[in-house]
């Protein structure tokens, strides 16, 4: 069956537009009144519109939801004026807590202090209220501390679709993330 999907996808379009969070197929379902099948289907057609050279934003699939984004060889250009504001609130030493909860989690506030060999009180609570990692549970251990992950923010914020996409670390880095206790 060949369906002209081009109304459908443009309320998809529109309704991407106008949110500023990742929305996943069923949410869009909801927003538009069309069926979950049909969305798909729109959303397959809008990224087949958007991959022509001619459009400068694509399809984007963020912690399980979709977003318009400017193409990534467009934003090069346009992230000092458009993207540099946030990008400059993460200093080095929240850059490095972050980068050490995303590749540990779930990780202890202690075994984030091991790994970077300073207290990462501050950088924790800095990074909660920029909500980029969350409390994931508490780890079976004495005291039962806090085990910290990333959130949907953090995704958002790195333009990556599951924690997956990550850079691959190379083994000395991999040495350095690497916890004692965890197997």
């Known amino acids: 069956m060949d369906l002209n999907l081009d109304r459908e996808?443009?309320?998809?379009?529109?309704?991407?537009?106008?949110?500023?969070?990742?929305?996943?197929?069923?949410?869009?379902?909801?927003?538009?009144?069309?069926?979950?099948?049909?969305?798909?289907a729109a959303i397959d057609h809008l990224r087949e519109q958007l991959a022509a050279?001619?459009?400068?934003?694509?399809?984007?699939?963020?912690?399980?939801?979709w977003m318009l984004v400017p193409k990534k060889e467009l934003w090069e250009s346009l992230k000092y004026r458009y993207g540099r504001k946030n990008e400059q609130k993460l200093s080095r030493a929240a850059l490095e807590t972050l980068s050490i909860i995303a590749y540990s989690q779930p990780v202890t506030r202690a075994e984030v202090e091991s790994i970077r060999g300073v207290a990462a009180d501050n950088m924790i609570r800095f990074?909660?209220?920029?909500?980029?990692?969350?409390?994931?549970?508490?780890?079976?251990?004495?005291?039962?501390?806090?085990?910290?992950?990333?959130?949907?923010?953090?995704?958002?914020?790195?333009?990556?679709?599951?924690?997956?996409?990550?850079p691959k670390l190379g083994e000395l880095e991999r040495d350095r993330f690497e916890l004692e206790d965890k197997q």
């Open 127 to 166: 990074l909660l209220e920029r909500n980029l990692i969350k409390e994931v549970g508490k780890k079976d251990a004495p005291g039962k501390p806090i085990q910290y992950g990333t959130t949907k923010e953090f995704l958002k914020f790195f333009r990556l679709g599951s924690i997956s996409e990550l």
């Open 53 to 65: 050279p001619a459009h400068g934003l694509e399809l984007s699939d963020m912690g399980g939801g």
């Open 9 to 40: 996808a443009a309320l998809v379009e529109t309704i991407l537009f106008l949110e500023s969070e990742p929305l996943d197929a069923a949410s869009l379902a909801r927003i538009s009144g069309l069926g979950k099948d049909l969305v798909e």
